[in-house]
T-cell receptor, first 113, second 117 residues
Framework: DAGITQSPRYKITETGRQVTLMCHQTWSHSYMFWYRQDLGHGLRLIYYSAAADITDKGEVPDGYVVSRSKTENFPLTLESATRSQTSVYFC????????????FGSGTRLTVV | KQEVTQIPAALSVPEGENLVLNCSFTDSAIYNLQWFRQDPGKGLTSLLLIQSSQREQTSGRLNASLDKSSGRSTLYIAASQPGDSATYLCAVLRRGYSGGSNYKLTFGKGTLLTVNP
């Protein structure tokens, strides 16, 4: 199916563990983004990518790592999970910066215990 | 720093009522403004995108307006239905202050709309 898919939908992990959230899009969009959504903070940008092998930090990048070896995939890794990283994570993609809108995945609800 | 504010934070209306959701932003140097809908436990669905050169966009019962100079946008929902119940988010796109070629999408915290049958 065309679209943007995230996996897993739900994840529980322990403090200190490494966890990777997956994001896959089928539109060949150049731009991809990772956001986290928390009560009281709204949506905040973690990392973004303008193309394969080009990534840059957003507002809250600490504790996260991204890669983009292929245009369609943009995994987000928590190197050593902390309880403050409990959140809902959304991946998004866009065909450009200014002319088009963003499309979001369904999210991954991550709980760090 | 761009700040996006949405008022009210929550709104409850009877079915059939016309309603307006408000979004304001502090930096008028934006490229576009997008309205999203988010259902509980779900992702964001794009509703309307207004370019900075446009005044409004319409889709079905939804109409979004943009007044860039005053830093305001409104989302008008006509003849509201229980299925419209969701959180509505606005987001503005501007160039990142750090320079370079990156842009930044800044979200408001949303308006939780409940339409009662």
């Amino acid at each position: 199916d065309a679209g943007i898919t995230q996996s897993p939908r739900y994840k529980i992990t322990e403090t200190g563990r490494q966890v990777t959230l997956m994001c896959h899009q089928t539109w060949s969009h150049s731009y991809m983004f990772w956001y986290r959504q928390d009560l009281g903070h709204g949506l905040r940008l973690i990392y973004y990518s303008a193309a394969a092998d080009i990534t840059d930090k957003g507002e809250v990048p600490d504790g996260y790592v991204v890669s983009r070896s292929k245009t369609e995939n943009f995994p987000l890794t928590l190197e050593s999970a902390t309880r403050s990283q409990t959140s809902v994570y959304f991946c998004a993609s866009s065909g450009g910066w200014t002319g088009v809108g963003y499309t979001f995945g369904s999210g991954t609800r991550l709980t760090v215990v | 720093k761009q700040e996006v504010t949405q008022i009210p934070a929550a709104l409850s209306v009877p079915e059939g009522e016309n309603l307006v959701l408000n979004c304001s932003f502090t930096d008028s140097a934006i490229y576009n403004l997008q309205w999203f809908r988010q259902d509980p436990g779900k992702g964001l669905t794009s509703l309307l995108l207004i370019q900075s050169s446009q005044r409004e966009q319409t889709s079905g019962r939804l109409n979004a307006s943009l007044d860039k100079s005053s830093g305001r946008s409104t989302l008008y929902i006509a003849a509201s239905q229980p299925g419209d119940s969701a959180t509505y988010l606005c987001a503005v796109l501007r160039r990142g202050y750090s320079g370079g070629s990156n842009y930044k999408l800044t979200f408001g915290k949303g308006t939780l709309l409940t339409v009662n049958p």
